[in-house]
Nanobody, 125 residues
Framework: QVQLVESGGGLVQAGGSLRLSCAASGSIYNINDMGWYRQAPGKQRELVAIISSGGSTNYADFVKGRFTISREDAKNTVYLHMNSLKPEDTAVYYC???????????????????WGQGTQVTVSS
């Protein structure tokens, strides 16, 4: 009933920039935290950045000063602006959202964690 669709990945040279987008759709009552994680081959998934419903942000040390997370609540969308990209930023990037899901005919809202399908970011040296 709820899905996250990502876009904006691709191939870029070191020092370049990319913007990732992730739009949530479906039976959405509210969205709390939204964020981005990444997973490189042979490594565990790691947090990149997260933004609360109030706009507070938190970044992994390895992206501070280079990446910026933002959200557009009217569009249920979170963005990741990536500058000064490095080859070690190469990974599949996944968006995440903590979403209150409502069901027709029910007065309750179910808080659920949702993930996007992932988008590949490749940075060449």
């Amino acid at each position: 009933q709820v899905q996250l669709v990502e876009s904006g990945g691709g191939l870029v040279q070191a020092g370049g920039s990319l913007r990732l987008s992730c739009a949530a759709s479906g039976s959405i009552y509210n969205i709390n935290d939204m964020g981005w994680y990444r997973q490189a081959p042979g490594k565990q998934r790691e947090l990149v950045a997260i933004i609360s419903s109030g706009g507070s942000t938190n970044y992994a040390d390895f992206v501070k000063g280079r990446f910026t997370i933002s959200r557009e609540d009217a569009k249920n969308t979170v963005y990741l602006h990536m500058n000064s990209l490095k080859p070690e930023d190469t990974a599949v990037y996944y968006c995440y959202a903590d979403i209150g899901v409502y069901y027709y005919g029910s007065a309750s809202v179910d808080q659920q964690e949702h993930w996007g399908q992932g988008t590949q970011v490749t940075v060449s040296s």
